[in-house]
Every structure is written in structure tokens, then in C-alpha cells.
């Protein structure tokens, strides 16, 4: 569902069986400002446990579930160690289900609000956060960079 700042119909939403797509439309794209990290689609099941983004700049993105939730920045969470996690049972019936996001929101034109199926839902990740969270070697070597210079 879109929110303030974006007009209903530049936001399409998705569903097929187990994935559900947010894609950014070009015309929405235009209201991102140049100096604002922006995504070209979001994909929330993109496969092995993991919620995808695909960058305007063409870089793609692929965050394990649990790590994102993780990295919750909401004021709840912020500053908080995780959560120890719950091995799975291997009696499923008796077991935790699998954490997941239900669903995902845009908030405004800088964020995403990502509605989880432990009933979490007040993180917003802005862009470049999720951007600066990425887990790949690339971003992970980037970051230590300027970790690095910062701390000169």
C-alpha cells in the first residue's frame, strides 16, 4: 500500500503463489531526489529465506530474513543484542514457524516498513540504512572503508 508522498497509482504491489513484488515506477523513481538511494523493486520472497532489493544503480541485494530483523531500527529494538534464536523443532507441529516478512509497506519516499510474522512492525528501514545494511562482499568491503577512514 502506498503511502504519503507517493500517488496510489505509481506503486504496484504483486502476489503470486509465494512471492510478493513492490515495484517502484519510473515515474515514482522521478521523485526520488539524486542524493537518495533508491530501490527499483523489492521482492519480499526472493528465494532461500531471503527479502531482495533491487537497487536504481543496479546493484541487487539479498537479505536473509533473520538478519534483517535483526537489525530492526525501531526504538524497541535499537541498541538491543538479537535474540537468541530458537532451533527449529523437528517435530513441526510443536515447533516455531519460520520467520518471514507478511508483508511490506512503503513509507513516504525514503523507506520501507516491513510487517514480520513474529507480529513486528514498527522498523522502518530507510533506504540508504538498508542500502548501508547490505550483507554482500562488495558493500560489507565498502563499509569497512569507511569505517576505517572514520575512524582516522
Given amino acids: 500500500m502506498p503511502e504519503a508522498g507517493l500517488p496510489h497509482h505509481q506503486i504496484t504491489q ?4 509465494s ?16 542524493t537518495q538511494i ?3 523493486s523489492i521482492k519480499l520472497d526472493a528465494g532461500n529465506g531471503n527479502l531482495g532489493v ?10 536473509p530474513y533473520q538478519y534483517l530483523r535483526d537489525r530492526c531500527p525501531c526504538a524497541t529494538c535499537a541498541g538491543k ?4 534464536h530458537v532451533p527449529s523443532s523437528p ?7 519460520k520467520l518471514k516478512p507478511v508483508r511490506a509497506e512503503l513509507v513516504g519516499r525514503y523507506a520501507l516498513q516491513v510487517f514480520w510474522s513474529d507480529g513486528h512492525s514498527s522498523g522502518i528501514y530507510a533506504f540508504d540504512h538498508l542500502r548501508e545494511l ?3 562482499a562488495d558493500c560489507a568491503a565498502q563499509q ?6 572514520t575512524e582516522k
Fill in 81 to 84: 543484542a538479537p535474540a537468541p
Fill in 134 to 136: 547490505c550483507p554482500c
Fill in 38 to 40: 533508491a530501490p527499483k
Fill in 14 to 17: 504483486s502476489q503470486n503463489h
Fill in 19 to 34: 512471492s510478493s513484488m513492490i515495484r517502484i515506477t519510473d515515474e515514482a523513481k522521478e521523485m526520488f531526489t539524486s
Fill in 144 to 149: 569497512r572503508e569507511i569505517e576505517s577512514q
Fill in 54 to 63: 533491487q537497487w536504481a544503480d543496479g546493484h541487487l541485494s539479498a537479505f
Fill in 91 to 97: 517435530f513441526p507441529m510443536f515447533g516455531v514457524s
